[in-house]
């Protein structure tokens, strides 16, 4: 007589439930392990739960741009790490004539609204030329075409802002209004942290609106449904789709300013977070702007604290250059597990 499984309880699932008790089991003893050790205290966790919500805020704000897209086009642009390099890194040379004028240190806000404005318009005209160059002709086709399309066109924009600005990484000017933390609930907050957190917090909120509450919102949610019908229904589908991309190059425009004000700007610094904010919104759920924000943080939070907590415990000398790993272990995880997201459906969906 042969042994057959339960008709609702597969091998594959029995495998991922050993998987996720062998996963809840090792992440339980590290934790321990490390909690035990004493090297951290309770404001050093929150301090570094802080810093996770600010990294996890920009790249929401950069999945989002993936998401939109996806939404409309069902393609990954794998660009989009190159627009929000685009804005962050010429917005560097803005503030970097300020600084030398002193319009910086006399007028930092007015500086700011001008910093960001011009990495928000030039991620955003970069995001628009891409979808009219490179992939508007490319909608019917297979879906592998777009995608090897937008890997050449991620080459092609780095090697030009290479070329156009140079291969050195620079940092930008220091913000005296944004030096120093502010105390929050008697806990110290870095002002950087806290402009990144509370923008990017506005921006995802003036997107959802954007897209629940307006007709332009409605339009994109029809195009993603069925462009044959929207345009049926008198919906301009290019104008439309230019839209989307216009809106996802603000948002890494943004990023990028944000970015390049707490790390550094080059030529190559939308390459990593390009793929972890990819990672973010396929944690979410792809093609969900709401999914796309959760994913950010949670990967932001997972990537600041997880390897301290896990890792510490087993005298790894330097846990913090892993978060690498946990960013893409994380990625392996959630396809293993939950295919289509946090927000999204269970099953996995051929690309």
């Known amino acids: 007589m042969r042994f057959a499984l339960p008709e609702r309880l597969s091998l594959q699932k ?35 739960v802080v810093s996770g919500i600010a990294l996890g805020s920009m790249y929401a704000l950069i999945a989002m741009g993936y998401t939109l897209v996806y939404g409309i086009l069902f393609i990954i642009n794998f660009a989009h790490g190159e627009v929000f ?10 503030a970097r004539a300020f600084s030398d004028s002193g319009f910086l240190a006399e007028n930092p806000i007015m500086s700011l609204i001008v910093v960001f404005a011009v990495g928000m318009l030039v991620s955003m005209l970069i995001a628009i030329t891409l979808e009219r160059v490179a992939y ?12 090897i399309t937008a890997v050449g066109a991620s080459l092609f924009l780095q090697n030009t802002f290479r070329g156009l600005y140079g291969a050195q990484v620079r940092a930008y ?38 897209i629940t ?36 190059g603000l948002l890494a425009g943004a990023a990028g300013v944000l970015w390049g004000l707490i790390f550094q700007v080059g030529f190559f610094m939308g390459f990593f ?41 087993w005298d790894v000398p330097s846990p913090n250059q892993l978060t690498d790993v946990i960013a893409f272990t994380v990625l392996v995880f959630v396809l293993i597990f939950k295919p289509g997201g946090i927000l999204g459906s269970d099953e996995a969906e051929k690309v």
């Open 136 to 147: 508007r002709r490319l909608r019917g086709a297979p879906r592998l075409v777009p995608l």
């Open 85 to 94: 390099m685009a804005g962050g890194y010429t917005a560097f040379f803005v």
């Open 14 to 48: 029995i495998v991922q439930l050993v998987l996720g008790l062998l996963l809840a089991v090792i992440v339980l003893v590290s934790s321990m392990k490390t909690i035990n050790t004493g090297n951290f205290s309770g404001s050093q966790w929150r301090s570094l």
């Open 213 to 248: 509450k307006t007709k332009t919102g409605r339009a994109m949610r029809a195009v993603g449904e069925d462009k044959e019908i929207a345009s049926l229904m008198g919906i301009d589908v290019d104008r439309t789709i230019v839209r989307t991309f216009a809106i996802g």
């Open 273 to 313: 977070p390009g793929i972890k904010a990819f990672t973010a919104a396929v944690l979410g759920g792809i093609g969900n702007v709401v999914g796309a924000g959760l994913g950010g943080l949670t990967l932001g939070v997972l990537e600041s604290v997880a390897p301290n907590l896990l890792l510490t415990g």
């Open 173 to 210: 000017p220091e913000v005296e209004m944004l030096s120093g933390s502010v105390s929050i609930f008697g806990m110290p907050v870095g002002k950087l942290s806290l402009l990144t957190i509370l923008l990017a917090a506005v921006l995802m909120f003036t997107l959802f609106t954007f």
